[in-house]
């Protein structure tokens, strides 16, 4: 970590390593760790490495930030950061080899969402954290928001969970259907360790995961064998970025929350969130979840895909995720001009992909 000197008091920063590709959202988060003159700085983060498998977009990134130097050697970036983002999203599918040199060495280390695509590369990068005591994150920035809270808080309160209804406003399914899922498993979390809540199974009934509408259903475990079960809209447009309702008793009655459409100050009450408590992941050492915790939402989210890719939203169990990968990012999965989402814009090709899985083994 680094100290500037400014006015009568010292500023530690959090040195930060960027490992990036096409469609990343270090343009959105790089600004607020390195300012520009007159811009506010909302973190006390600040970016100094970064590395692409694309080398000139690493070299276009750093020329338009101050500070940010790009490395040529991913493995370089170890010992000279406080902590990594890998936000590479057209290389998911290997995000344990991107990460492992960073999991190995203690670095503590943020993943992007989608995490993975197996339930066995996610086991990997779990590990590989246990392993060596490097605190690891992956989450939405739905899982901070203050309705998150509110939904953990009148939950744990619920004698008995009947069942739930929700909403995620999405582009598709890949990229930001994902923040519902997400938000659903948050706000689960604790019930969970009460043998309550876990998903069993999910199934995704959409014309099409590229664009809204859909539904996913999901089966979650209820204590003595029973089960709950809940449903997830997603669409665009609707009252709420995101949206939960759970079912009680006569006696205890529902409660909800939802994650306003029109937040007000956007970048400081709501986007803003995660990337403090990625800083003080870096600075206290500690994850804000288990590693057990990352791979129960990546689960219900995996399971809803393949549910909507092979099934015809059809269910698929939790067993069923076992030796399955979704596939990657790429211009294969495209139809027509959807997903619109800029991941899916100049993804890697399958010899990129296959170069890259070569120079990371």
């Not at 493995?75 to 936000?87: C, K, R, S």
């Not at 040199?101 to 086991?123: D, W, Y």
């Not at 519902?180 to 498993?185: R, T």
């Amino acid at each position: 970590m680094r100290t500037d000197r400014a006015g009568c008091g010292a500023l530690e920063q959090v040195e930060v390593g960027f490992v990036v590709a096409q469609g990343c959202h270090a343009p959105l988060w790089i600004p607020t760790m390195n300012p520009q003159p007159g811009q506010g700085r909302t973190t006390g983060m600040v970016v100094t490495k970064i590395w692409s498998y694309r080398r000139a977009f690493a070299e276009d990134l750093a020329r338009r930030f101050p500070g940010v130097q790009v490395v040529a050697e991913l493995e370089d970036m170890v010992g000279t950061v406080d902590g990594v983002y890998i936000d590479a999203a057209p290389a998911v599918s290997l995000y344990h080899l991107l990460a492992r040199p960073f999991l190995q060495a203690g670095v503590p280390t943020f993943i992007n969402r989608p995490f993975c695509t197996s339930v066995e590369k996610g086991r990997l990068m779990v590990e590989m954290a246990k392993q060596s005591g490097a605190p690891l994150m992956s989450n939405s920035t739905w899982e901070f928001t203050e309705s998150v809270g509110e939904l953990q808080e009148k939950i744990g309160r619920l004698p008995e969970i009947l069942g739930y209804t929700a909403h995620n406003t999405m582009s598709d399914y890949y990229t930001h259907g994902l923040h519902g899922v997400w938000y659903l498993a948050a706000a689960l979390r604790a019930e969970r360790q009460k043998g309550r809540g876990r998903c069993l199974a999910a199934s995704y009934l959409t014309p099409d995961w590229r664009t809204p509408p859909g539904a996913v259903s999901f089966v979650h475990e209820n204590p003595g064998g029973k089960r709950f079960y809940g449903q997830l809209h997603l669409q665009s447009g609707m009252d709420g970025l995101a949206y939960m309702r759970v079912l009680g008793s006569a006696q205890s009655g529902d409660v909800e929350s939802r994650i306003s459409a029109h937040p007000g100050w956007f970048r400081h009450s709501l986007w803003n969130t995660m990337q403090l408590v990625v800083q003080e992941m870096i600075q206290t050492r500690r994850a804000p979840e288990s590693g057990e915790h990352i791979l129960e939402k990546v689960g219900m989210f995996l399971m809803g895909f393949r549910s909507a890719l092979e099934r015809e939203g059809g269910l698929v169990t939790r067993e069923e995720l076992e030796g399955w990968e979704a596939p990657p990012i790429s211009l294969a999965l495209k139809k027509g001009d959807q997903p619109t989402d800029p991941t899916f814009g100049d993804p890697y090709s399958p010899e990129e992909l296959r170069g890259l899985e070569s120079y990371l083994s």
